[in-house]
């Protein structure tokens, strides 16, 4: 709510043809990041608190948090300008693009250096523990359901950081494409099922017992994910028809609207 406001003053008041005042949406810019900081970081607390599972029992999960919302954030947005720029008439220039690109290379190494950091911690100390970490990245008494995903994960993650820190995205922006794709991925199986899910392995009586989403487990995520895009989609529109010209006041004056 606190971002639909700043994008939606800022697209009414072009579509008025009127100069935004910076103090109906700069505070409320301001808010949306401390916002968006804690709610990432209460997240993380709801599961580093939780001492029966000494699996998230890690003080820079709250930072893990924040910096993979700092790399799949830009990746999704870069995407999505590459999408109007491909499907629209809306000119998407280099510089947004470029810039969202630097944030990735810094982000992206950040967040490798937080899992390393995790890693080693686990596998070096031992601790009480290392037995779901041994389960994620190795297999446990001969369960290894999330190890390919957990690998494919990172491949996927240092491959795209490579990609980010290597390609001029002036060049081949399509290259880049294919990072932010793979980002995108990476963090969703890292943060998903290597992170949730091993957390619940083995149990609270030291029982190994996989975990396989089910059907209906399937269709609440894809039913999420369809929201979110169909809202993301509809403001889009709107954005690209006022920023094209297509749908302004004088229009709507003429079309007997308003």
Not at 46 to 59: D, E, K, Q, T
Not at 95 to 102: A, D, F, M, R, Y
Not at 221 to 234: D, E, H, Q
């Amino acid at each position: 709510l606190i971002n639909l406001h700043v994008v939606g003053y800022l697209l009414y008041m072009r579509f008025l043809g009127r100069k935004p005042n910076p103090r109906w949406y700069i505070p409320v810019v301001l808010l949306s990041i401390v916002w968006a900081v804690s709610i990432h970081t209460v997240t993380a607390f709801l599961y580093s608190g939780l001492g029966g599972r000494p699996f998230w029992n890690s003080a820079i999960l709250a930072p893990r948090f924040v910096v993979s919302a700092f790399v799949s954030g830009p990746a999704f947005i870069v995407l999505a300008l590459q999408i109007v720029r491909r499907f629209s008439d809306f000119y998407v220039g280099h510089k947004p693009v470029v810039t969202l690109i630097n944030i990735l290379r810094v982000t992206a190494v950040v967040n490798l250096f937080l899992v390393g950091a995790e890693v080693f911690t686990e596998f070096y100390t031992g601790g009480s523990h290392v037995a779901a970490a041994e389960y994620l990245y190795f297999g446990l008494h001969g369960k290894n359901a999330l190890v390919p995903w957990i690998w494919t994960a990172l491949a996927c993650n240092v491959t795209a950081a490579i990609i980010f820190l290597t390609v001029d995205p002036r060049k081949n922006l399509y290259v880049i494409d294919v990072a932010c794709v793979m980002t995108l991925f990476g963090l969703w199986v890292e943060k998903g099922l290597g992170l949730i899910v091993p957390g619940f392995v083995p149990s609270t009586l030291h029982e190994v017992v996989e975990y396989l989403p089910n059907a209906l487990e399937w269709k609440i995520s894809l039913g999420i994910w369809a929201m979110g895009l169909i809202i993301f989609t509809l403001g889009l529109k709107i954005a690209v028809a006022v920023f094209t010209g297509s749908m302004h006041v004088d229009a709507a004056h003429d079309a007997g609207e308003v």
